[in-house]
């Protein structure tokens, strides 16, 4: 695939030549699933403007349902339809109606259809990376990135990681909770000492913890994490004192040398290369000691494969002389795979995506969102409470006033909670946290509710149970029950 | 001390027999200790009314700091006492510092001196009760009594438990949340087999859950627990519903055979008096099996001690003739206790405690207030955010509308965040909690708190240290920061 010689000025898509270690069928396979999920979204307003023209001719209804059908794969609610003939159509709640149906398609896709799962002769997925990761000494892997739309899709694509062997909590500006990561380690410790899972207290393992910050390559004063004020030095020290924070939390509240292990990456938003802040021998990082993935990716991209690999592990080790062994064997294998998202980036949008800001098509509040592994796809509000999460949601909101409300659409807000099924009284508690904070959030952004600005759908989920997400209720529904359609 | 024949009749304090088993230098120096505290908040309307009408006299600042001293232990602000010849002293800032202040030194002594601490040979105490709870199969006690405040002194004076060595956690109706004790239950295991605390995890003990609803004997239609509607039944039923819901998440999440014990008590918040529904062989408990130890207490009060202990053993297993001989031992051990407390309750107020209904002096809100060991003083509303406590929120601002607001007295109200000093950040976490929760009780309840009926303290402690609380601000005091008084 190595064609002609390296492009000089900007480069389109069709020059652009593959890096050695680029997976192509992989690349494909992911791409191929990304449009399909964004042009099911992508293609509710141009349809919806359609149907909108029509509404006053006399076979209206059969001719918007036929047009839905065909564009959208489902039919629209009978009674929006029914009475547009009084006034007009109801747009806003029409446009509501259609993200929440595409939403809800699309995680009974997810859940059914596994399309992000690894395919046969992956041999490096699930099971294959939890024993890789046992031998690289680490037992779990726990990663919080901003909670940025545009770090969505940092597990699956960015990285190249089985979503489900590894532990995702998004944050605003990565700065994970400390008490949250506390108990999921003495959880993660107890289940190796009771049930010997993922492996038995005894191995020589342990958990490590990884902050992904962000920046814009091409714009980073401005499309950088805005949790830190673009300021992409301000990111990466912030993402290491909390690591260094968790590690300390560990260290004081537990005997017996209870420690963890530590990794800093960055992410350059413009092009999913990843910057990776190797640890020295005693586990140190600093924020300017980084390997620069993108620069790897320019110097290797024509070299044969086991050259590639060797200059990839040459790097490693050049940043930090002394990094354990069993690190640098994870950061190599997060470079390579790494590689091939920045390869299929360049491939389908050149020097850079083109959506280098916000882009997203609703907002997901609460917990769970397993489903969302693509960037830009939903703006996510990691949240138990309103109360809690104010500044999170007025950023939302925001934006989706600029994407949606100024063009008189609405902003649709999934309320969601996942709940573990096993537990008593789970589900009824992931209900009632459901109803509270739709109601809480209809109170704090009253205005935009009454004016039809502001739909929301709520939704469960038995996250233990390999089920399908459950709608509770919708304010874009007639009966507000949404997912009555067909 | 047992004097004369069994009274008929409504008996007075002086007339009634001493139990045989009742610890009376115990009871006297707990009963002193409450009078104390309770005596110290009762102190403040009758001296406040004093200088109220002193209030257009010439030399009215120094003779009211002159009475202040004197009744309350400390000085007023002089900013209050100043400005009260242009208007007239601003009573209801004035009460609420009052209440506050004699909180800060009731806290400050409690961490200081440890008043409620075991003393010299008192042989059940602290470790030994540790101990002696691992002899009976149990390396853990965790306690959910009701967050009604006729219930806060439960562990230490109606069950005689060292208050450092179970654990508590209130909550409305004692329905407690099962997420947060699967936590607990997670973090206990794992330090047993990291740590061997408090014993290894190979020793054959388990969790054991307590579970305390309550009723009133005199007016049980009323004066019950208001969160079962004052139904002694549905509150028994509820309770041991909550217990088997949390065995269940336990046997359902963890594997190798998993479980914990599990036991409910009712109490009769009239006189202090316990019913244990004792666990049959299989750990089953009933509703309506349980033993009555009010009952107890009228028919072994006048037998020798070794006579009195036998019939407590034989009632135990009357009541489930299967149960386990180490749960037994802990019962009988809880009901020999409680028979301190029922004496204490009989001999000091007779039949019944006089203030069967509320009586507290301050609202307390947030995570901590560990010195809460004593009946009646605070109104607990245990919570993180405001949005997810509005109901226990409510009812306590109902319940200061009727004893304060409508004398024209404010609501004081304590934010308190306590928070674990060895975690990096967790201090500045508490602060912004205690100002979130604040700001949140402000505009919530913002009618009675522009008019100065409700007034705010905000506190933080780090409950690893062995510290003091350390006050942040406070709505009544001039610079808005509590305690600057001397």
């Known amino acids: 695939m190595r064609t002609g010689p390296k492009a000089s000025g900007p480069r389109t898509a069709s020059q652009i030549a593959h890096h050695v270690l680029a997976r192509a069928e992989e690349n494909a396979r992911l791409d191929r699933y990304e449009q399909d999920v964004k042009s099911a979204f992508d293609a509710i307003v141009p349809t919806l403007k359609r149907i909108s023209a029509l509404q006053h001719e006399t076979d209206f209804e059969s001719r918007a349902q036929d047009i839905a059908r065909r564009e959208l794969g489902f039919e629209l609610p009978e009674d929006i339809l029914a009475d547009a003939w009084v006034e007009r159509l109801d747009m806003r709640r029409l446009h509501a109606w259609c993200t929440f149906a595409t939403y809800r398609r699309f995680c009974d896709d997810f859940f059914s259809r596994d399309p992000l799962a690894a395919e046969e002769g992956d041999r490096h997925f699930n099971g294959g990376f939890e024993g890789f990761l046992q031998t690289c000494g680490f037992h779990t892997l726990d990663i919080s990135p901003c909670a940025d739309g545009r770090l969505a899709h940092l597990i699956r694509y960015v990285l190249r990681l089985p979503h489900r062997a590894v532990r995702r909590k998004s944050y605003a500006g990565a700065l994970f909770d400390i008490d949250d990561s506390v108990q999921k380690w003495v959880e993660t410790e107890m289940l190796r000492f009771r049930s010997g899972r993922p492996n038995t207290a005894d191995a020589p393992t342990r958990y490590l913890k990884l902050v992904a910050y962000h920046f814009s390559s091409s714009d980073p004063e401005h499309e950088g994490c805005a949790a830190h004020g673009s300021d992409t030095t301000k990111a990466a020290a912030a993402g290491l004192e909390r690591l260094l924070g968790f590690q300390q939390a560990i260290e004081n509240s537990f005997c017996c040398g209870a420690s963890i292990d530590l990794l800093l990456i960055g992410v350059d938003t413009d092009r999913d290369a990843i910057r990776v802040h190797v640890p020295d021998a005693e586990g140190g990082m600093a924020v300017d000691r980084y390997l620069d993935v993108m620069e790897l990716y320019e110097t290797t991209a024509r070299l044969d494969a086991s050259r590639a690999r060797h200059d990839i592990q040459d790097a490693v080790r050049q940043t930090s002389p002394g990094v354990a062994e069993g690190m640098a064997r994870l950061i190599e294998r997060l470079i390579e795979n790494n590689l091939s998202q920045i390869d299929s980036v360049r491939g389908r949008h050149g020097e850079r995506y083109a959506d280098i800001g916000h882009a997203e098509h609703f907002i997901g509040a609460g917990v769970g969102f397993e489903e969302i592994q ?113």
Not at 440 to 459: C, N, P, T, W
């Open 374 to 486: 693509l960037r830009n796809l939903m703006y996510f509000a990691y949240l138990d409470t309103v109360e809690e999460a104010t500044q999170d949601l007025d950023v939302g909101i925001r934006i989706f006033t600029g994407l949606n409300v100024r063009r008189g659409l609405p902003a649709p807000v999934v309320v969601r909670f996942d709940y573990h099924g096993q537990v008593p009284g789970a589900r009824d508690r992931a209900v009632a946290r459901c109803r509270r904070v739709s109601e809480a959030i209809k109170s704090r952004y009253a205005d935009l509710f009454e004016r039809g600005l502001l739909h929301l759908m709520q939704v469960v989920r038995d996250c233990n149970a390999d089920a399908p997400i459950e709608v509770l209720a919708c304010t874009a529904s007639a009966d507000a029950k949404a997912g009555g359609h067909r």
